[in-house]
């Protein structure tokens, strides 16, 4: 398996770390439990990167990577070095590689696979998964002790799905996750035995993207919780269903599993379901040395007595303040440092969607020519739904006109005529001001797409990357450098380029980058677009212990996108940002005099 590793780009690293936590898994769960939920947490730190762990190598900076121990550090250097980790090679000699095929298909888990491809000694991974279904079609998995005739349907039906592209390799952004969950929390509410429903895992802690949806529910009628969520108009099949918990694929792919739990015990099942494994991990080390055990049914003493009855907690914030913490947000929940933190009850007041006064990065469908795609909502339209927002302000960011179309002249009297459009908004216009910005392009020699009189008819730039990805680190850095360098630059949009699950961006020295901005007092954008959410939220918490300020803004080209500003807020406070650090919570009197200091 090892040998077969010929680029060492994060994606392949994370299955590479997500197969050794899978090998512990099937080997001996009990005695690598700990090496198992590391193994996994470095996992999906990897796959989140947006610097490649490689590149770190090169320059000696892999011990910078938060959550990869010194040992794990150790075989990584190997492999980079070698080609191979003697570590790794070891444990998967235990395994069939073909087992690691099977994980990515619904409804196998580390045991199931390796049950399989040892009973029927399937060790060929080209064939695998087809070898599967025709055995299953055969009968003979049911046979198999602890699988049965449902299992062996269910395993035809999930490798038919994983095929047409259904299951958990296919991973959601955010946004889209969020809003397929929030049409099944609506539905779940009509339901009078319902009391409360909240999202689980991954998407309450607002990752950037999303496997599975997980749901849990507070209510004393399991039953008819259970039979409400069945009956879910969306629900393509049902995958199982017992007394407290159920599972279904929807329309489109995305399986769906609910939890549900009494009232009074609700607390604790939130907070353990909510994750992440390592921030439960590092939570259960903090109560064991107040001799207290952590459950999804509450706490008990950590005694020898069988008949301890854990304590239940209504809510999350009850479960935390029993063992001596502040409430820590979803969002912080990555063991990063928030339970030392929480103990200490000096977590920050993170950034809050009501904080926000203003988008600063907005298209609208003014005729400006742009080099790139135009908006479809009239700045008027924008202006009006941002009033309803509550917004002071609304900065009108198009892309520059194009430059290969129109000559100097022609570029300078468009901006003019936009300036002056602006200007006759805002007289007539009392309650929100809008400003004239644009969104320029960095060409590849540094230099802006627009210079000269230009300047004159514009409050500020917003500069960014849209072509030519393919610099190096080095010369892609001093090409953002050279273009933030210009004085009406101020913020610096969709920094790492990434679009998720499509493109993973180019590479920046954000350490250069950071100390840039800070000295200068230029902006990062926080891009709420979901496929960017970008500048991604580990960087976002580095960026903050530069002294980095930020904005966040939604690149709406609609006006319909301008309610996106929910998945940036979440993506500042998954880098633990107040609202201090996000200068598009200041009054508009406060940010101009930002912008044209």
Not at 120 to 129: A, M, Q, R, S
Not at 441 to 461: C, H, N, R, T, V
Not at 504 to 513: A, H, N, R, S, V
Not at 557 to 576: C, I
């Amino acid at each position: 398996m090892m040998s077969k590793m010929t680029k060492f780009e994060n994606h392949s690293i994370a299955k590479l770390l997500r197969n050794v936590a899978a090998t512990y898994a099937i080997t001996n769960p009990k005695k690598f439990y700990f090496q198992m939920i590391a193994y996994q947490k470095a996992s999906d730190i990897v796959e989140g990167m947006t610097v490649q762990v490689y590149d770190l190598w090169k320059e000696n900076k892999i011990d910078q990577i938060p959550g990869i121990g010194k040992t794990m550090q150790e075989h990584l250097i190997e492999l980079f070095t070698t080609g191979k980790a003697t570590h790794f090679e070891n444990i998967f000699k235990e395994v069939p590689e073909s087992v690691f095929i099977l994980l990515d298909i619904p409804t196998f888990g580390p045991k199931k696979a390796y049950k399989l491809v040892k009973e029927f000694n399937l060790i060929n991974p080209k064939t695998v998964i087809s070898d599967v279904k025709n055995i299953a079609k055969k009968g003979e998995i049911a046979k198999l002790e602890g699988f049965g005739e449902k299992s062996q349907t269910d395993i035809i039906r999930s490798i038919d799905e994983f095929k047409k592209g259904a299951g958990k390799t296919t991973r959601m952004v955010l946004p889209y996750a969020s809003e397929i969950a929030e049409k099944l929390i609506n539905y779940l509410k009509e339901n009078k035995d319902i009391k409360q429903v909240n999202t689980l895992g991954s998407l309450r802690r607002m990752r950037s993207t999303v496997g599975d949806l997980d749901i849990s529910v507070a209510s004393s009628n399991p039953k008819s919780a259970i039979s409400h969520f069945l009956a879910y108009p969306y629900v393509s099949r049902k995958i199982e269903e017992g007394p407290t918990t159920a599972s279904v694929l929807l329309n489109g792919g995305a399986q769906v599993d609910l939890m549900v739990q009494p009232p009074d015990a609700y607390g604790a099942l939130l907070q353990h379901f909510t994750g992440s494994k390592a921030h439960n991990i590092k939570l259960r080390e903090f109560a064991l040395k107040k001799n207290l055990s952590l459950s999804e049914y509450g706490i008990r003493p950590k005694t020898n007595k069988s008949n301890d009855v854990a304590k239940h907690f209504d809510t999350e914030e009850k479960f935390y303040n029993a063992i001596g913490l502040d409430w820590i947000p979803p969002e912080l929940r990555e063991d990063t440092g928030e339970v030392e933190f929480a103990s200490k009850h000096s977590l920050p007041t993170l950034v809050e969607l009501k904080n926000i006064k203003g988008d600063l990065h907005i298209h609208s469908s003014y005729p400006i020519e742009p080099s790139h795609d135009m908006g479809n909502s009239t700045m008027e339209t924008m202006l009006t739904l941002g009033k309803k927002l509550g917004y002071e302000y609304i900065g009108f960011s198009e892309h520059n006109p194009s430059s290969s179309k129109h000559t100097k002249t022609q570029v300078n009297t468009i901006l003019k005529k936009r300036f002056e459009f602006i200007e006759q908004l805002n007289s007539s216009n009392k309650y929100i001001r809008a400003l004239s910005l644009l969104e320029t392009d960095i060409l590849p020699s540094g230099k802006l797409a627009i210079d000269g009189e230009a300047f004159d008819y514009l409050d500020a730039i917003l500069v960014s990357i849209h072509s030519v990805f393919s610099m190096n680190k080095k010369e892609m850095t001093k090409r953002v450098l050279e273009g933030l360098s210009h004085k009406k630059a101020k913020i610096l949009t969709h920094p790492t380029g990434r679009l998720l699950t499509t493109r993973p961006g180019y590479e920046l020295d954000f350490d250069e980058i950071f100390t840039f901005c800070k000295k200068f007092n230029k902006a990062i954008e926080i891009n709420s677009w979901p496929q960017r959410l970008d500048l991604p939220d580990t960087l976002v918490k580095e960026a903050i212990s530069y002294g980095v300020q930020f904005v966040i803004n939604t690149d709406s080209h609609d006006a319909t996108h301008m309610n996106l500003m929910k998945y940036g807020v979440s993506v500042a406070r998954r880098g633990w940002a107040t609202k201090h650090d996000i200068l598009n919570t200041l009054p508009y009197n406060k940010l101009i005099e930002w912008i044209r200091n």
